[in-house]
């Protein structure tokens, strides 16, 4: 959340800012509908959260911020670019580089989210994020 509110914070009204969102979302280009219960966010974020911690591997743990943010839309927008901001917590508490998305063409970023919208499947996306990663590998060293 307080990610999510600095990257908001001249984006979106304060009430929106860093607060779980309390009504609907669309996804352009998609026929996902994220949930639109506040309670119900509030919960999959906790459940979110109780996972997260007994993941052990800081990529998996990675992956699996980057696409859970994405497909449950927590706020009312910057959700994606907080999910991507918010994957690299765990790659640099374990003393790892982080992950960036700038050497991904945006079709292809595009894509890979519309498919865990669409289709249920991390496989694009996690193929994006590791090829990616390698690329930043040489980047950081």
């Not at 280009?29 to 959260?49: H, M, V």
Request: aromatic share 12%.
């Amino acid at each position: 959340m307080n990610i999510h509110a600095l990257l908001a914070k001249d984006l979106l009204i304060p009430q929106y800012v860093g607060a779980i969102r309390t009504g609907p979302v669309s996804i352009g280009s998609s026929a996902y509908t994220p949930l639109d219960n506040k309670f119900q966010l509030e919960e999959e974020f906790s459940l979110f959260l109780k996972k997260l911690n007994q993941i052990k591997n800081p990529f998996e743990q990675s992956l699996f911020i980057l696409v859970f943010i994405s497909y449950f839309q927590l706020f009312m927008d910057v959700n994606k670019r907080t999910a991507r901001i918010a994957a690299n917590i765990p790659l640099i508490k374990n003393g790892l580089a982080p992950a960036s998305f700038l050497q991904v063409k945006d079709r292809d970023y595009i894509d890979a989210i519309l498919a865990v919208y669409e289709l249920n499947t991390t496989e694009f996306i996690r193929d994006i994020f590791v090829q990616n990663y390698l690329l930043n590998i040489e980047r950081y060293q």
